[in-house]
């Protein structure tokens, strides 16, 4: 069983539209959410942490589940620049040398 | 923000022959640093720690005799691919935490492509 799972995708959406994302993790006893930005052939870029109490930052809104085990991202008001895979990330320990569980990401094209 | 470079960029190489990625913290220095590989349209996954002063410690199913790893210093590690084959085709990207700071910086990644 993958630690982390995403849907693929990808999803197809307007511009303006509002677009969310799922990601469920295997252990329970994970700490740490984030949610990430690939580009294409580009290296993965923190889009922004997961907290218990839910966050939001601009057009982007993410939100933790720890008694279901899922995060999700919320993208309101798509724009073209949007476009792009995003990745759930759960890291499992306590301390900065923990190592990242990467999700498969999902795939975003946000169309004109 | 904190800065990893990776070098080479992209890297084109015969069948059998070794490859060396080094992994640079460019102003922070970093005990640990991470190696991930990704395939196309696949996740990024995880291969080993690298231990500043100490052996890596690799994941499940990684080879370690054919990725060997190295953390020379403070601020690099290299990732030696031996006797690469077409199947070790990838993109290869290291992090590296910076600080006190729970998130990791990711270098710019390297294109491996085994002829």
């Known amino acids: 069983r993958k630690e982390v799972e995403q849907d693929p995708g990808p999803f197809n959406v307007p511009e303006g539209a509002t677009v969310a994302f799922n990601c469920t993790y295997s252990?329970?006893?994970?700490?740490?959410f984030f949610w990430y930005r690939q580009d294409c052939r580009k290296e993965p870029k923190l889009l922004m942490s997961v907290y218990s109490s839910g966050n939001e930052d601009g057009r982007f809104t993410a939100q933790l589940n720890r008694a279901s085990q899922y995060i999700s991202l919320l993208i309101r008001d798509s724009k073209l620049s949007d476009s792009a895979t995003y990745l759930c990330v759960v890291i499992e320990g306590l301390y900065n040398f923990n190592k990242f569980y990467f999700g498969s990401g999902t795939k975003l094209n946000v169309k004109p | 923000g904190a800065v990893v470079s990776q070098h080479p960029s992209r890297v084109i190489c015969k069948s059998g022959t070794s490859v060396k990625i080094e992994c640079r913290s460019l102003d922070f220095q970093a005990t640990t640093m991470f190696w991930y590989r990704q395939f196309p349209k696949q996740s990024l996954m995880l291969m080993a720690t690298s231990n500043e002063g100490s052996k890596a410690t690799y994941e499940q199913g990684v080879e370690k005799d054919k990725f060997l790893i190295n953390h020379a210093s403070l601020t690099l590690s290299t990732l030696t691919v031996t006797s690469a084959h077409p199947e070790d085709s990838s993109f290869y990207i290291c992090?590296?935490?910076?600080?006190?700071?729970?998130?990791?910086?990711f270098g710019p990644g390297t294109r491996l492509l085994v002829l």
């Open positions: 252990n329970s006893a994970s700490q740490s």
């Open positions: 992090s590296a935490p910076a600080g006190g700071e729970e998130t990791q910086y």
